[in-house]
């Protein structure tokens, strides 16, 4: 099993920055592609960024690219958001699968472990 924590959630207003944090442990054998999502209230769960579980080939959701940026250092995930929106309001989790990235990454449901979210609010 792989656990993940996430951090770095708040309040900001529109234009600001947030750097979003997930810790990574557990089995890593359960872990080859990784990546951010996040679901607004009464919206459906919506793929952010991904990116290879060694920190190589992110990939971002059109709606975000050029704002936000996904990395990874060691054991945790990051997620630095720029140039904040209103509509970038929401619970934002971070998740992985077995399957590497080449396959269809931006489907949510093929991820198979979930942390427990941390909310960013725009307004």
């Keep these: 099993h792989v ?3 996430e951090s770095g959630g708040g309040s900001v207003q529109p234009g600001g920055s947030l750097k979003l944090s997930c810790a990574v442990s ?3 054998t359960g872990s080859h592609c990784i990546g951010w999502f996040r ?3 009464g ?3 919506e793929t952010v960024a991904i990116i290879r579980a060694d920190g190589a080939y992110p990939d971002y959701d059109d ?3 050029g704002r936000f940026t996904i990395s990874r250092d060691g054991d945790t995930l990051y997620l630095q958001m720029d ?3 209103t509509e970038d309001s929401a619970m934002y989790y971070c ?3 077995r399957e590497s990235c080449a396959d ?3 489907r949510s449901e093929s991820y198979t472990y979930w942390g427990q979210g941390t909310q960013v609010t725009v307004s």
């Design 104 to 106: 269809s990454p931006f």
């Design 26 to 28: 557990g089995s890593t």
């Design 63 to 65: 709606d975000i690219k």
């Design 3 to 5: 656990q993940l924590v």
């Design 39 to 41: 679901q607004a209230p």
């Design 83 to 85: 140039s904040l929106k």
């Design 95 to 97: 998740a992985t699968r």
């Design 43 to 45: 919206k459906e769960r």
